[in-house]
């Protein structure tokens, strides 16, 4: 059962942040399916060896898209801003996902916005005064 709280806006900056991450997740769940099967049937599937590689990014979109679907909710579902997941999006670089580190960056800018400081500040007194009384 959902908590009703009073109405708090949620900033702009962290909109975008969830719809971004909500794209980037989907792009990393995507690209390394479509890049592992051309090297797959690319190579008459000697490539099958290199197949593992795709497993991190794929590991890494399931859980952007489990966050972002919690940052779309409103009042968000979420404690914090999860900066592990930005800085991941930024490390998928190495698997060549220019996306996923651009989306990185602009949520890490973004969380350190002071809207978006405030707005999870206020949250967490919100739920702090519900929880105790």
């Known amino acids: 059962m959902a908590q009703s709280y009073p109405y708090l806006e949620k900033p702009g900056y962290l909109q975008v942040?969830?719809?971004l991450t909500l794209i980037s997740g989907i792009s990393n769940i995507v690209y390394p399916l479509i890049v592992g099967?051309?090297?797959?049937?690319?190579?008459?599937?000697?490539?099958?060896?290199?197949?593992p590689i795709i497993i991190p990014p794929i590991v890494l979109g399931i859980f952007e898209i489990s966050y972002a679907l919690d940052l779309m909710k409103d009042p968000v579902a979420v404690k914090e801003p999860n900066q592990v997941i930005a800085i991941l999006e930024v490390v998928a670089i190495l698997f060549g996902n220019v996306l996923?580190?651009?989306?990185?960056?602009?949520?890490?800018?973004f969380y350190n916005d002071q809207s978006v400081k405030e707005y999870f500040a206020n949250l967490r007194r919100l739920r702090g005064e519900i929880v105790q009384a």
């Open 37 to 51: 099967l051309v090297i797959v049937l690319g190579t008459f599937f000697v490539g099958a060896i290199c197949l």
């Open 17 to 19: 942040v969830a719809v």
């Open 100 to 109: 996923s580190a651009i989306v990185g960056i602009v949520a890490l800018v």
